[in-house]
């Protein structure tokens, strides 16, 4: 423990970590100047003449050397801009002359609003930093916490808010950090999308005034992800300067860019300040959820690989290293799974899902997983949640006999829950009506015939863990599925004073994410899917609890290149769940090859959800092969640096993805053609990413590239002079995917 009161040295620390350069955190007692650096990035900020904590640097990695003098407080521009709103505070208190989003909003038992908070002089520098911070009068205390990744230079920022006055208070916003970045002009970068349309990537000028992204709907939802990307100037994929970040919280949230009237960007972000209301009372505390940030010099590509990185050595779970082998720095790649949903619906029986288990072995799938539609009276989806008992007349012998099947057949076992809801026709509600967000007296709104169960509840979490634990204990399951179908209404929790209800937006995501804490380490081995109707429930929060995600239940090949798309600009491939579906899809009527729709799906972790019994033995062979060709590049593609070489965006007629190893030693690429137009063809393809001098070997996995591509060129070759697809590389959705090995 380095704790120190300080203004007594100049300390440099080693940070704890891997990374090609080690990262540090410094304080010089004199200027009063708290600096990291890790990976490309340095971080610095100080104490000012008044006491506050002032933002001075965030961005390219500085020498050493460099020092920087004590911050001063911005000056009073007008009457009507006092300096308070004026400087840059690392976390800026309501009160005072506050005019831009603050970083906490409290109310004290006697009225007062006013939140000033200073410098105590106390920090510690265990893992970066933490800073206490106080308000000039109340004993309202705030610690700001700092932890930065040596490789990436990714900073962790959170706040923990401790009432030691004698009297409550209510923190009615709360953010995890505010991040000002450097004067200039930007693009902000954002996700939204709605079911079934998730991961559109929005680019839009920052001007005057504010823009906020957010959640008010109890998860993360669908509508908007809690992830942004500032481009500065004439920053593109490849090149400029890129601010970026992602908030690690799975309930209502909220993100704030703001330009001043001083043009001074801001980013705030944290708990969603719509419907909140947290009572603190004396000696309680709040932790606020982590806000990570990150800069690229290397564009918006560089910005996700970055994060990538970031997630898979520092974010992901990983189950337990086999006796006798070392801990893995990145978690193991997914299984190929099959999943019933798309074949059979609530139609689940014991004979069809062994019939599809063997077919799906014969492919060469490793995960065979049971979808909804098993437990309960589920016979559709207005009856069963809540219930989760195996239906007996879909499996008159429990699970047991599909599982040993599956398991004979050389794959592990997965299945489909929901738990945290209840269908109103189910033995819990009617036992247990008054589990569910409810405001007594007043409907309750259900969405697919459900209601959700209010996990705040110490009853509800502890029937919850109950279930799953014995589920998991009863029976040899290696995955969940956790999905999550609807977003709150109602939001009541009645067995709590009236003044402490809304605690629940805290309380409910802290309840979910100890459940899966505690699954997981009762049954380390257990492997677990975030999905919320496909991709409402994807985050930096939930990420720390689950392998994997479903990030969409639109799993047609062509629209999904776009969602996938959007989708790595946050988030690794490792994560990105992808099937094969049906052709023509049921969404789009679009009819599509099953090279193409294996293609797409092979550029994330690969899944096949159709109906494969009715599969022709051509259809088969194919899958067969190409699933085969998927085990020996997998780690590449969800592990590796990613290029998006072309965009699919803005209907565009063409598109590539480009993944290269860590080590340089493999590429894999895939290339899409969407339709053909005026006898264009596929442009020629410049890769990214690999060892200059090295040889690497160019394989077809499928499709072909022109006649006098050689079979072996240089890294310069690839990205020079690039490749040329086959002329015959033409019509509608075409796709094609090569790899390239190191000689
Ligand atoms: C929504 C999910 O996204 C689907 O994949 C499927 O599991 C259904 N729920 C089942 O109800």
Redesign the pocket.
């Known amino acids: 423990m380095r704790r120190l009161w300080i203004g007594i040295a100049l300390l440099v620390v080693s940070a704890v970590g891997a990374g090609a350069q080690p990262g540090l955190v410094s304080y010089d007692a004199a200027s009063k100047v708290f600096r990291l650096d890790g990976g490309n990035t340095s971080y610095v900020f100080g104490i000012n003449s008044r006491g506050e904590l002032q933002q001075i640097y965030w961005g390219g990695r500085l020498a050493a050397t460099d020092k920087f003098p004590q911050p001063k407080p911005m000056r009073e521009w007008a009457s009507f801009d006092d300096s308070y709103t004026n400087t840059p505070q690392e976390y800026a208190g309501w009160g005072a002359g506050l005019y831009n989003e603050p970083a906490l909003k409290v109310t004290f038992a006697d009225g007062s609003r006013d939140l000033v908070l200073h410098d105590t002089g106390y920090a510690d520098m265990t893992h970066g930093f933490d800073v206490l911070l106080k308000d000039i009068d109340r004993a309202v205390y705030v610690t700001l916490h700092y932890t930065m990744d040596p490789g990436s230079g990714i900073l962790a920022r959170s706040a923990t808010i401790e009432n030691r006055e004698a009297q409550p208070i209510t923190v009615e916003q709360a953010a995890a950090a505010a991040w000002t970045l450097p004067a200039g002009h930007y693009t902000l970068n954002y996700l939204t999308g709605r079911w079934a349309g998730e991961w559109t990537l929005n680019q839009e000028p920052v001007m005057p005034g504010a823009r906020v992204i957010e959640s008010r709907r109890g998860s993360t939802g669908h509508q908007a992800n809690p992830w942004f990307a500032m481009q500065s100037g004439a920053a593109d994929e490849e090149h400029g300067e890129v601010w970026f970040g992602a908030l690690g919280w799975s309930g209502s949230w909220r993100i704030t860019v703001e330009q001043d009237q001083l043009d001074a960007v801001r980013v705030t972000g944290g708990f969603n300040p719509f419907d909140f209301g947290y009572v603190l009372h004396s000696g309680e505390r709040l932790e606020t959820p982590v806000f990570y940030g990150g800069y690229s010099a290397d564009g918006l590509g560089g910005a996700s690989r970055r994060l990538h990185r970031f997630e898979l050595e520092h974010i992901l779970p990983r189950t337990p290293a086999k006796s006798g082998q070392a801990a893995a720095l990145t978690p193991r790649v997914r299984p190929v799974i099959y999943n019933s ?1 798309e074949a059979t619906g609530f139609n689940v029986s014991e004979d069809g899902q062994m019939a599809l288990a063997e077919k799906a072995a014969a492919l060469g799938v490793d995960r065979f997983v049971m ?2 539609g098993w437990f309960g009276q589920r016979k559709d ?1 207005h009856a069963g949640l809540g219930d989760w008992y195996v239906n007996p007349q879909k499996f008159p012998h429990g699970l047991k006999p599909l599982i040993d099947k599956v398991h004979a057949l050389g794959m592990d076992f997965g299945l ?1 829950v929901e738990p945290e809801m209840v269908n109103p026709d189910s033995d819990l509600y009617r036992k247990h009506p008054d589990w569910v967000l409810n405001f007594p007296g007043r409907p309750r709104t259900e969405q697919r015939n459900q209601l959700v169960l209010n996990l705040a509840r110490p009853d509800v979490r502890a029937y919850v863990l109950g279930f799953l634990d014995k589920l998991l204990n009863e029976n040899q399951i290696a995955f969940l ?1 956790w ?1 999550y ?1 609807r977003n709150w209404s109602e939001p009541g929790w009645d067995q709590v004073p009236a003044s402490e209800q809304k605690r629940v937006y805290v309380e409910y995501t802290r309840d979910l994410y100890s459940i899966l804490a505690e699954l997981r380490r009762r049954h380390p081995n257990v492997e677990i899917e975030s ?1 919320s ?2 991709g409402g429930r994807v985050d930096l929060g939930i990420l720390r609890y689950v392998d994997e995600v ?1 990030p969409s ?1 639109n799993t047609d090949p062509f629209d999904r290149l776009t969602q996938q798309d959007g989708f790595t600009y946050a988030y690794t491939p490792q994560i990105m769940m992808a099937w094969v579906t049906d052709s023509p899809h049921r969404l789009n009527n679009r009819t599509n090859s099953l090279a193409y729709a294996m293609l797409s799906s092979m550029q994330g972790s690969l899944g096949i959800g159709a109906n494969i019994t009715a599969w022709t033995p051509e259809q088969t062979a194919l899958a067969k092969r190409l699933i085969a060709a998927y085990h020996q590049v997998q780690s590449t593609i969800v592990q590796g640096d990613l290029y998006r070489l072309i965009s699919p965006r803005n209907g565009s007629e063409f598109s590539a993805t480009e993944t290269v190893s860590p080590d340089k030693k493999q590429a894999v690429f895939f290339i899409f053609e969407h339709s053909t137009q005026e006898g264009r063809g596929f442009p020629l393809l410049k890769l990214q990413g690999l060892d200059p001098a090295a040889e690497y070997a160019l394989t077809s996995i499928e499709g072909k590239a022109r006649a006098d591509t050689p079979a072996v060129a240089s890294g310069d070759w690839w990205m020079n002079h690039g490749l040329q697809m086959d002329d015959g590389f033409r019509g509608d959705l075409q796709a094609a995917a090569f790899r390239l090995d190191k000689k």
Do not use: S
């Open positions: 949903w979808d909804d989806d489909w599925k999905d179908n999905c109707g496909g479903w239940d």
